[in-house]
């Protein structure tokens, strides 16, 4: 039974460009949310989303951050234009029984 | 709006010897209080959580954490740390009545046990 998976685990860009994060849920999961963690910093909530629907936003940048969950495929999380603030390691977890599983994350460095 | 407040940025003890991680909470409705543990470039890991029932609860690799009320309070404990518990330390708490899911987590104690 697979745990939450992300990908990549490692993703390097330069100011300016794209980035794509991206989630499978465990198995039988329908809820993602998205998390980050900036260096030296505690977890703070980003999105919240069930299949096509985001449920709760409040903690996602106004500009720059989106996020998806479609019927088919991964949760994707897009940066656009990324600044060196961006830099930080991007956590997924999906929930079942009221518990938050945690993939292993994707640490992002902009450069 | 909810918060966690985990009071100590680093824990020091001996292997062998009983270790305290502290955790205070705030959530307007009935609380739901996790430990998380994460070791380095990892993700997190879960370890315990309180719902309802028994104010003590008890986790994965010998933890345990008591629910007080009164105190607003949900610290870790274990009776004799290892070396391999040390880590890093996330204390979440959620309502799920009104809050949809989403967990308020402090900011993490760093938990060293030394031989």
């Known amino acids: 039974n697979a745990g939450v998976m992300q990908n990549p685990r490692h993703l390097v860009r330069r100011r300016g460009q794209e980035a794509r994060l991206r989630c499978s849920p465990m198995k039988g999961h329908s809820h993602v949310y998205w998390y980050r963690q900036l260096p030296e910093e505690g977890l703070k909530f980003m999105v919240y989303?069930?299949?096509?629907?985001?449920?709760?936003e409040s903690g996602m940048p106004k500009e720059r951050f989106s996020a998806e969950f479609p019927k088919e495929g991964p949760s994707i999380l897009r940066i656009q234009q990324v600044v060196r603030g961006d830099s930080a390691a991007y956590f997924c977890a999906s929930s079942r029984n009221r518990v938050e599983y945690f993939g292993p994350g994707t640490r992002l460095t902009v450069t | 709006a909810q918060s966690v407040a985990q009071p100590e940025d680093q824990v020091n003890v001996a292997e062998g010897n009983p270790l305290t991680v502290k955790c205070t909470y705030s959530v307007s409705g009935n609380p739901y209080l996790f430990w998380y543990v994460q070791y380095p470039n990892r993700g997190l890991q879960f370890l315990l959580k309180y719902i309802t029932g028994d104010n003590l609860v008890k986790g994965s690799y010998g933890f345990e954490a008591e629910f007080n009320k009164s105190q607003t309070s949900f610290h870790l404990k274990k009776p004799s740390a290892l070396v391999s518990d040390s880590a890093l330390y996330f204390c979440?708490?959620?309502?799920?009545?009104?809050?949809?899911?989403?967990?308020?987590f402090g900011d993490g104690t760093t938990l060293t046990v030394k031989p």
């Open positions: 979440a708490a959620n309502d799920y009545n009104t809050n949809a899911g989403k967990s308020t």
């Open positions: 989303l069930q299949k096509e629907n985001i449920i709760d």
